[in-house]
């Protein structure tokens, strides 16, 4: 760089190089006018100066200086690698990438571009060429660990996960028998996980079973690794060992659902469908009671039963689950049980519970076939949970009848107006709910979930001015719309662009949905930064994840409704 300046102008062109890497832009742009003054067509110069502008906000000039910097020195690796950099910063990432290849055409061993071209390749999904440069960057530096780490993930990434494990194995041949040191072996252990899951991936479970087994003592998160172990003896068909180790789970975490799904799948007792036999049933009726003497506090064990149990003993059950519950006062135990209502006759069952439980603590004051006293609230929270269960079931009336009942009997408890709100809303009447909801968040200024709920509810009744107002409650100073756009704030915005679309304010409604896209846009983009960062910090198996989830980031429900939005919003 800067080779054809005299030892002088060489030096500043270094120091140019620096002042960028640290971010000294003004030191650095002193410094290349110092050098132009003598050589004013330097093209290396030029385009330092120019990335140095870019910098500062000076895009124009940028572009400008660069392209001069290229047109100068064509042949420069630098001005063409400047180039390419500016692009990026642009996310222009395909013009980026012809820039590198030109700059690889003229110092084709390059470090520093081959790397920064693998980076553009793995976000362009490029895994071909991701491929051929990692390659490329492992037979010039075979001694750094990133680029063996690099290479296994690029064949991984292009579907061949035999080749990445072939490469891992080569990389671990070259490492010593006591390694990891101490401060690496996090990072090691992770590796070891990767390769094992990689094995997985290709089927291979046994020797995936084995190598787990042979280096467990390097292997530092001991929960991934049971969790893998047990994995792979359910696909070798070992069922009673991995029955074992999920027993050995749940006494690590008893509320995990899928250690409790995965031993009944191992005691083939698990249907997706949902559909249980009346043998099978009894079956499971008996392991969880099992269960629930080992772990009598885990919420999971007493949760679960309610899924598959029918009749009589599903009614028992739902007794012996709600009736604490209604007694400490938990506000979410109808969205905890909601999911049965989609199972036929357990509605049914609930609903008569709970009339039963209401009936017996308001005459007696205790549960039916109870000695002890309740607290008064219990019979509140069985009013609150009947408020919602007839809201469930489309019976407007006699919900409002049940939440009126609860905020009488007790008025300060915030969660009521909420509920009474939702009701309105499904009853049809917008500026009730809105005004209720207001209401609940008056009650607590300093809750910002209430103050969400509310601002929803203003949405929904088409107040968008008074929603801005309350959102900017929760905002930096004086501005709201800026401070919830940085915040990704997207229901808000899809909820704001489907209010003015109602009122026809098309401008507006476009310009909220088009914000929804921006949002995932930048999702896309911020995968960038992970990609040498994953590597390095040898995180592999949630950077895999993360390309996996970017790759199908444009399922999302909230990015279709922006599309419709903004389809509907720009065709009228």
């Known amino acids: 760089m800067g080779a054809s300046l005299p030892s002088k102008e060489a030096n500043l062109f270094k120091l140019i190089v620096k002042s960028y890497e640290t971010k000294q832009y ?5 410094a290349a006018d110092a050098i132009l003054k003598k050589f004013p067509e330097h093209g290396e110069t030029l385009s330092m100066k120019g990335l140095t502008l870019n910098c500062m906000d000076r895009k124009s000039e940028a572009y400008e200086l660069v392209r001069l910097g290229v047109k100068n020195d064509i042949k420069s690796h630098v001005c063409w690698h400047v180039y390419g950099l500016l692009y990026r910063s642009d996310r222009e990432y395909r013009e980026a990438i012809k820039c590198y290849r030109n700059a690889l055409r003229i110092d084709p061993d390059n ?3 081959l790397r920064d071209l693998s980076l553009l390749q793995a976000q362009m999904r490029d895994l071909t060429g991701f491929v051929e440069t990692r390659q490329q960057l492992l ?13 296994a993930v690029s064949h991984h990434l292009n579907s061949n996960g035999s080749k990445a494990v072939e490469i891992l194995e080569a990389y671990e041949g070259t490492l ?3 390694y990891p040191p101490d401060n690496e072996r996090c990072e090691h252990g992770e590796m070891l996980l990767y390769k094992i899951s990689l094995l997985e991936e290709c089927g291979s479970f046994e020797r995936a079973l084995a190598e787990m087994h042979k280096k467990e003592s390097k292997i530092v998160d001991k929960l991934a690794y049971k969790e893998q172990e047990v994995s792979l003896l359910v696909k070798i068909g070992r069922l009673e060992e991995a029955a074992e180790l999920y027993r050995a789970l749940l006494s690590m975490n008893p509320d995990n659902y899928s250690y409790y799904e995965g031993l009944q799948k191992c005691l083939g007792l698990y249907r997706d469908n949902g559909n249980y036999s009346s043998g099978e049933i009894d079956e499971l009726d008996a392991l969880y009671k099992s269960l629930a003497q080992q772990y009598t506090w885990s919420s999971a064990v007493k949760r679960i039963p309610l899924d598959f149990l029918q009749g009589e003993k599903f009614r028992e059950a739902a007794f012996n689950y709600v009736r604490p519950l209604l007694t400490k006062g938990v506000p979410s135990l109808f969205s905890d049980l909601s999911p049965l209502y989609d199972q036929p006759g357990k509605a049914d069952i609930l609903e008569q519970l709970i009339l039963e439980l ?9 549960y039916p076939g109870r000695e002890e006293k309740e607290p008064p609230s219990t ?16 019976q407007y009336d006699v919900a409002l009848s049940k939440i009126d009942e609860a905020i009488e009997h007790t008025p300060t408890v915030i969660d009521l107006y909420s509920v009474k709100s939702r009701i309105l809303k499904h009853a049809g009447d917008l500026a009730a709910a809105a005004a209720l909801a207001d209401e609940a968040r008056c009650m607590d200024l300093a809750d910002r979930y209430v103050n969400s709920e509310c601002v929803k509810r203003m949405l929904q009744a088409d107040q968008v001015s008074l929603a801005e107002k309350t959102a900017a409650l929760f905002t930096k100073d004086g501005d709201q719309h800026n401070n919830l756009h940085d915040m990704q704030c997207m ?3 899809l909820a704001s662009g489907e209010s003015y679309f109602r009122q026809g304010d098309l401008g507006r409604a476009l310009k909220k949905f088009l914000a929804v896209e921006k949002h995932y846009a930048d999702i896309t983009e911020d995968q960038f930064d992970f990609h040498s960062y994953c590597l390095r910090k040898m995180t592999l198996r949630a950077y895999v994840e993360m390309l996996k989830f970017q790759d199908r980031l444009h399922s ?8 419709a939005g903004a389809i509907s919003a720009g065709a009228i």
């Open 26 to 30: 003004k030191k650095g742009l002193k």
């Open 556 to 563: 999302h429900a909230y990015f279709h409704k922006a599309a």
């Open 358 to 366: 209401e009936h017996s603590i308001g005459t007696t004051g205790k």
């Open 111 to 113: 470090i520093e571009i």
């Open 139 to 151: 037979t010039l530096k075979p001694n750094h660990r990133m680029n063996w780490i690099g290479f």
């Open 491 to 493: 229901w808000y915005e």
């Open 176 to 178: 010593e028998d006591d």
């Open 379 to 394: 019979l509140l929270w069985t009013l609150f949970f009947l408020a919602q269960h007839y809201d469930r079931r489309g």
